[in-house]
Each structure stands twice: as C-alpha cells, then as structure tokens.
C-alpha cells in the first residue's frame, strides 16, 4: 500500500512567494489499483507522484510505502526502496542520447546487486519484447517516433518489476491512436499484477483506471 497522511509541500523559489504544490492530502492506494488522477496543468499532479517516489521531500505530513516512511531513510536506504518498488515514467522521455534503446532500458539495473547484473541485458529485452519494440534494440533514442520513445519509457520503467508504476502524463504529444496503444500497454501491465499511479490532464483516461481522482490547487477530490 502507498499512503499520503496530510502531505503538503511548499515551494520556496528566492525571491519569491511560496508555492503550494500540494496542500493537507490524505490518499490510500492499495495494491492492484489502477488510479488515475486527473487535473489541470500546475494542480500537484507530478508533486504527488515526486513525493510518492521519494524524489521530492515533504514539507509536512509523512509517505508511507508499503508501511515504510520514506523520509526516515537514508539516501542509501532510499534509493534501495526506489529501486525495489517504484518504476517511473517521467514526463519527457529523457533517453540519454548516445546509448542505444537496449542500453537505455537497462540503466536502472545499474543499481542492481552485482551478481545479478550479468542478467540485465536479457532483462531489457525482455521488456522491449513486452512493449513490442524487440526490434529496435540497437536502434538510437534520435530514431525513434513519439510513440516508440515512450514504449522505451514503459520498458525502462518495468525492467526491474516493480510493484508500482508511476506515470506522469504518458501520452503527451501523442496521437489518438498511439495513444490507446500505449495505454493498452499500462492495461496489460496492470492486468499483469502492479499497481499504476497515472496522472493526467486527458479525461479521455480516466475509462482505463479502477478509480479515478481530481486534483485542483494541490486538492484531492474522489
């Protein structure tokens, strides 16, 4: 299970005023859901999710995952819980250019145990076959389509198996119909045991999910 109890974080830029990014939010998530959470531009959203995944620190309240408060590890402890347990699709792809797609899908196994580490390659591939891109394994990040950039973002983000899947906007700047491909993909994972997180400004998603959220101002509404 993840849990947000009172969760709120405030942004300090300098020179300027305070920004609530999210505001007193409670939220259980248990595991096999699919929430998708939907709001306008600049509501919380990808604050929600960097909280989530321990990327960003709360400024009051606590997330648990799992029954683990985040922020009372250490960073090790941290990064060791991120590996485990999350696998994000960011926003922009952010493939690093000069590594092919199966090198790409492989980077979070960097952080494996070295013993296991020999069976990464095969890992990625394995990915890419489940988001039909075995194909394209030597291909470059700057030959692919949108469509297929975000196919890697999905295998990337589910090489290591996680439990959950946290997905920021995963079909911005799509088209219609690789957009449903793309979320037929989420569908067949989560069919597949893991927990989905999708946040979202396209109600047009909302149908794909188990259970469905509004944010607006850094609220949660059901």
């Known amino acids: 299970m993840i849990e947000l109890q009172k969760v709120t974080k405030i942004y300090k830029p300098r020179r300027q005023r305070e920004v609530t990014g999210l505001d007193d939010v409670s ?13 306008r531009s600049g509501c919380g959203k990808t604050t929600m999710l960097n909280l989530i995944a321990g990327l960003a620190r709360p400024s009051s309240g606590k997330v ?40 790409n899908v492989m980077v979070p196994t960097m952080f494996t145990a070295p013993e296991k580490r020999l069976d990464a390659y095969e890992w990625a591939k394995k ?24 196919r890697v973002v999905i295998a990337r983000a589910i090489v290591d198996n996680p439990p959950y899947l946290l997905a920021d906007e995963p079909t911005a700047n799509l088209d219609e119909l690789t957009e449903k491909e793309v979320m037929a993909l989420l569908e067949s994972i989560h069919k ?15 149908g794909y999910g188990t259970r469905h959220l509004t944010m607006s101002d850094g609220k949660l509404t059901e």
């Open 192 to 206: 597949g045991g893991t927990t989905i997180i999708l946040v979202t400004h396209h109600p047009s998603l909302i």
């Open 127 to 150: 990915a890419l076959a489940d988001v039909g891109l075995s194909h394209k394994t030597e291909a470059f990040p700057r030959h692919l389509s949108a469509g297929e950039e975000k």
């Open 27 to 39: 939220l259980k998530i248990s595991p096999g859901e699919f929430l998708v959470v939907t709001g």
């Open 64 to 103: 648990l995952v799992d029954g683990t408060d985040v922020w009372s590890l250490n960073d090790e402890q941290l990064s060791a819980l991120r590996k485990e347990k999350t696998g994000f699709m960011f926003q922009v792809p952010s493939l690093i250019p000069v590594l092919n797609v199966v090198e």
